[in-house]
């Protein structure tokens, strides 16, 4: 699966972003999707996953009320909405493909398998 991020950017603190990713190689409603986030100097973190048919969504505690994560599977697409951003929001956000079989949601790294190239989004005080 190829996966492609964008929408990220400068905002002020207690502002807005839509970050979307694209996919294209196998059919979308076939597979999983997660977000996750790499701030600089740290790990590669989780922001929030949802299944093959949206039905289901996890989302981190540090982020839940805030972002929510969406797709739309006749676009190929799946969605970031993230408000009331904080500084420590800043990272480097990378969509993610889960492809096993199944119904659930995931939130750890190694359960996914392609990788976006990730899009920077920088959150100023």
């Known amino acids: 699966v190829q996966l492609q991020a964008s929408g990220g950017g400068l905002v002020q603190a207690g502002g807005s972003l839509r970050l979307s990713c694209a996919a294209s190689?196998?059919?979308?409603?076939?597979?999983?999707m997660g977000w996750f986030r790499q701030a600089p100097g740290k790990e590669r973190e989780f922001v929030a996953a949802?299944?093959?048919?949206?039905?289901?969504?996890l989302h981190a505690d540090s982020v839940k009320g805030r972002f929510t994560i969406s797709r739309d599977n006749a676009k190929n697409t799946v969605y970031l909405q993230m408000n009331s951003l904080k500084p420590e929001d800043t990272a480097v956000y990378y969509c993610?493909?889960?492809?096993?079989?199944?119904?659930?949601?995931?939130?750890?790294?190694?359960?996914?398998?392609?990788w976006g190239q990730g899009t920077l989004v920088t959150v100023s005080s």
């Open positions: 190689g196998r059919p979308f409603s076939f597979y999983a």
């Open positions: 949802i299944s093959r048919s949206g039905g289901s969504t």
């Open positions: 993610a493909a889960d492809l096993r079989l199944g119904t659930g949601v995931r939130n750890h790294a190694y359960e996914y398998d392609d």
